[in-house]
């Protein structure tokens, strides 16, 4: 009971942050910036979201093969249908509670596949660790080709909030920072040697060993080609979509290719940090966006553009597979029943 009044809460925590956020990424605009906004999207080419649509589903569909590598390394093979289903319905769960579609993505395939589901989780470790690695790679490439633009953000924020006109006070600034920096991790390093059995020091390590014990198993995978293959194309399908979502909006189709990076990373700690990147995903591409000069009612309305055609793909696709899952697998089910007279 307790536990499920503190996953309630922290939904309604959630929640109420992202329906905060909605409601100040629209409010905090201009009279004359929301009159732009509201133009921009009457104006909006919508047909263009049905390629986006198709492109991110490509990528979906690519999670799902990439994750049937992984466990036919551990001996299974299950259907390519019921792996899709389970994944998007997975997206779907994590729009109604954070961290839901991992375990539901779980049972779901443990149910119609007999997979254990401790095997699973081991798998969705491995997928987490990579798709931390890709990430770190898009980040990577957006400071080394946009340097010119990323990096003078960076420089401004410092420059902001560092760099003053008297030396000292800049020196002492670092100094803060440097000292918070370090007694940050030696008071993390005490309290992991002073508490070691406690619970947040062991979900710490947990995680930690999750992600290394998942990027140790790639070297297991009998099929690494295919599996990194798989890996490259769903990034590459999500920078893809983003470089074409810029062209819904006349004011924001003038971005070039690479601009997709700092876009797309900035989407993605959106996502990491809201469940579906509710409210903030808008938010953090019309910031990415700010660096090339988009007007942040433009940015914002491109931002919501791109977050709703990502949401209606898991909406109405993970919909129908929750629909249809029984369904395709009747006729197993009933051989199952048959096997057993």
Known sequence: MRKKMLAILQYALFLGAALFLVWWSVHKLTDEAF???????????????????????????????????LMRSMGYEPRLSNTFCAVMIGYLANFAFP?????????ILGKYEKVPADKLVG?????????????????????????????????????????SANMYATILKLAIVLFVIAGFFLL????????????????????????MEGLLTVKNIQQKGRFLLHSFFIWGCY?????????????TSELPVLAS???????????????????????????????????????????????????????????????????????????DQQHTR
């Open 99 to 107: 961290r839901l579609g991992e375990v539901l993505k779980c049972t």
């Open 188 to 211: 993390l390093k005490y309290l992991v040697r002073k508490y070691p059995e406690s619970k947040p020091i062991q979900k710490v390590r947990s995680i930690v060993r999750g992600v």
């Open 239 to 251: 920078l893809g979509g983003t470089y074409l979502g810029f062209h819904a909006i006349r004011e």
């Open 261 to 335: 990076f700092p876009v797309l990373a900035f989407g993605t700690v959106a996502m990491i940090l809201t469940p579906g990147g509710i409210g903030l995903y808008p938010v953090f591409l019309m910031e990415a966006m700010k660096l090339y000069n988009i007007s942040e009612s433009y940015g914002t309305a491109n931002g919501w553009l791109q977050w709703s055609a990502q949401f209606l793909i898991v909406l109405v696709v993970g919909f129908l597979c929750l629909l249809l899952l029984p369904y395709l697998n009747r006729t197993k089910h009933e051989s």
């Open 35 to 69: 009159a732009e906004f509201k133009h921009a999207l009457r104006s909006a080419n919508y047909y263009l979201l049905i390629p986006v649509f198709f492109i991110l589903l490509a990528s979906h569909l690519s999670r799902a093969i990439r994750w049937k590598i």
């Open 123 to 163: 798998t969705i470790l491995v997928e987490r660790a990579i798709d931390l690695v890709s990430f770190a790679i898009i980040i990577v490439i957006s400071l080394l080709t946009q340097a010119d633009v990323v990096g003078e953000y960076a420089m401004d924020i410092f420059r902001r909030h560092i760099v």
